[in-house]
């Protein structure tokens, strides 16, 4: 069975980057493919955002794309839940607005029409190198959130994730709620879960996002998410290596400063 329509949220400010996006999009004939473009943008927009949106809405799309233009998204994460509920096609996937997603790719998954999968896996493009997903276990997603190798750009999820599992994107993490929904739903569905690994490259994936970088909040959400699926011994052990890694941080920066000032 072929992947033959998909739904692709793409929660945006409205910069520049979007622009680049779908003007490309635009210049894309996928015939063979049925693609609605779930563009969400902040419910309040300067003068600036308001002239990239009425650019934007201007572009002739062909006419396997069908765009749809949301507000109302508070927060990156409410963005993806807002796509969620207005997405009509049986596959969605959430990118960035300054990722490209290769549609040329899409045309080659081909997977057992009598158990469809729940997640389709493909490596993406990041800093011109190929990254290869992994959705082992629990513990298997700690690791990866702390070495960022999983990014949501990566999987293509079923709508039945979020119709019959009730899952979505919990709108009180800051950063990392991809990363939490992807522990939910391995913990969830457990050995039920059907996963097909694709092996051609479908996103150029652009890793300057709040969720690609470190910060303490990043740290402080990513020990919350730890709490939910480690014992609580090992989750006082997370947070004392966590606190060693941000003051060492800390302790580098601080030095760095000083040398600076001294010269």
Request: charge should be positive; include cysteine; glycine fraction near 4%.
């Amino acid at each position: 069975m072929a992947l033959k329509n998909i739904s692709v949220v793409i929660p945006t400010l409205l910069s520049p980057s979007l622009v680049r996006t779908l003007r490309l999009y635009s210049a894309f004939d996928c015939s063979s493919l049925s693609i609605q473009l779930l563009i969400v943008y902040p419910l309040f927009l300067s003068s600036a955002q308001q002239d990239t949106l009425k650019l934007v809405s201007s572009f002739s799309f062909h006419s396997s794309f069908e765009i749809l233009f949301l507000d109302g998204g508070n927060s990156i994460y409410g963005a993806m839940n807002i796509g969620v509920r207005y997405s009509k096609y049986e596959w969605i996937y959430f990118q960035g607005e300054s990722d490209i997603l290769c549609f040329s790719s899409l045309h080659s998954l081909l997977f057992d029409s009598s158990a469809p999968p729940h997640l389709i896996l493909s490596p993406i493009q990041k800093d011109r190198c190929l990254v290869y997903p992994r959705f082992s276990s629990p513990k298997f997603l700690s690791i990866a959130i702390e070495r960022n190798n999983l990014p949501h750009q990566s999987i293509i999820y079923s709508k039945s994730i979020f119709s019959s599992y009730s899952m979505s994107y919990d709108e009180l993490f800051p950063v990392l709620s991809d990363y939490n929904l992807n522990l939910s739903i391995r913990t969830t569905l457990g050995a039920n879960i059907n996963i097909f690994y694709n092996s051609f490259c479908i996103c150029f994936f652009d890793g300057t996002g709040i969720s690609s970088k470190f910060s303490f909040t990043r740290s402080l959400e990513f020990l919350r998410i730890k709490r939910l699926f480690l014992p609580r011994f090992y989750f006082f052990i997370a947070c004392f290596l966590e606190l060693i890694v941000f003051m060492g941080k800390l302790i580098r920066y601080i030095l760095f400063c000083s040398f600076n000032v001294l010269r």
